[in-house]
């Protein structure tokens, strides 16, 4: 955020909120001063999104965010921010903070700057998450899950683990609970753990996904032995452990793990694919390693044959003759040149 973004500003000003020009806000209405939402905050925004030419491509009367969550594009997350409650802007998006170069269906173009008037009629502190009961975390996780699978189609990862971690901090039991809490989660069944169980496995599946996006190998891996403590038998986390293995250089412990995925999903195409890549490299990795304990312990086989090893002898036999003959003969002649010198 720049100087000017973070302070207040007069209307009918356009303000460069990151300083590039690619995020611009223009105050149409003041609002309450001293208003604005902090992050993780509920907002209710009232907003119309238009094309250059004016059509009309968004329009919510009553759009209900946590801020900061990116539940909506990016710039319009950083500009209401910047907005107080009665707030009236206009929000000027590069394609960047936008839809991007893929657009959205069925009537935002690829790479489109996006004019947005925007309404912040309410804000609110968040629920505090040991006041909600397990229904409310459930659903508030689940939609967290879903913005965070939106976004990694459009391949942003890193914002779809944002959105993930947060839908785990609904789905994760929590460790201190209110009487409320207590008096309602007493009544829940095993089927609706069993069901809230699931929702978390799939969130830590999806974020394993993300975090191979970015080689983030290591986060990755403790996300999918996450699924695995609780659902041995998981095939997705299992050829996506396999997969963060391989990348990692571990190619037998991938292969195990791999060969264990396809004894539950023997038809499954791509875990065969990974399988058949991963032999061949075992077969070279094994391959290297022989040789590497031939060279320590100096038994390296010869390559040159016996029959090479005795022409190479003669030839060397021969070779030692011919210089010594050499040899003989020049010290010879020099002695006769030395004598009749000295005599």
Known sequence: MTKAALNEHPPEEWID??????????????????????RSDICILKIIGKLKDGTIVEEYEDLKIQLGDVEVIQGLDLA??????????????????????????????????????????????????ETLNMNQRKEIGNKKRERGNWWFTRNEPTLAIQCYRRALEFLLQTESRTPYQNEVEDTITDAELQALLEDRMKVY????????????????????????????????????????LHYKGEHALAYQTLLHAAKLEPDTKAIQVELAILKEKNVKDAQHEKNLYRKMLGTQK??????????????????????????????????????????
């Open 17 to 38: 909120i990151l300083g590039n020009g690619q995020l611009k806000m223009k105050v149409i209405k003041s609002g309450k001063d001293g208003t604005r939402p902090n």
């Open 80 to 129: 209401i921010a910047l907005m107080n409650v009665n707030e009236v802007a206009e929000i000027e998006v590069d394609p960047r903070f936008a839809y991007g170069s893929l657009g959205k269906e069925p009537n935002i173009p690829p790479n489109t700057t996006i004019l947005y008037t925007v309404e912040l009629k309410s804000s609110k502190l968040g629920e505090e998450l």
């Open 205 to 244: 599946n999806n974020l394993a996904a993300a975090q191979m996006k970015i080689q983030a190998y290591d986060a990755a891996l403790k996300s999918v032995e996450s699924v695995l403590s609780c659902q041995p038998q998981n095939v997705k986390a299992l050829f996506r452990k396999g997969k963060i």
């Open 302 to 343: 010869n390559n040159i044959s016996p029959k090479n090893s005795k022409k190479e002898n003669k030839n060397k036999n021969s070779s030692n003759l011919t210089w010594s003959l050499i040899g003989g003969a020049t010290a010879t002649i020099l002695g006769l040149l030395l004598y009749r010198f000295v005599s």
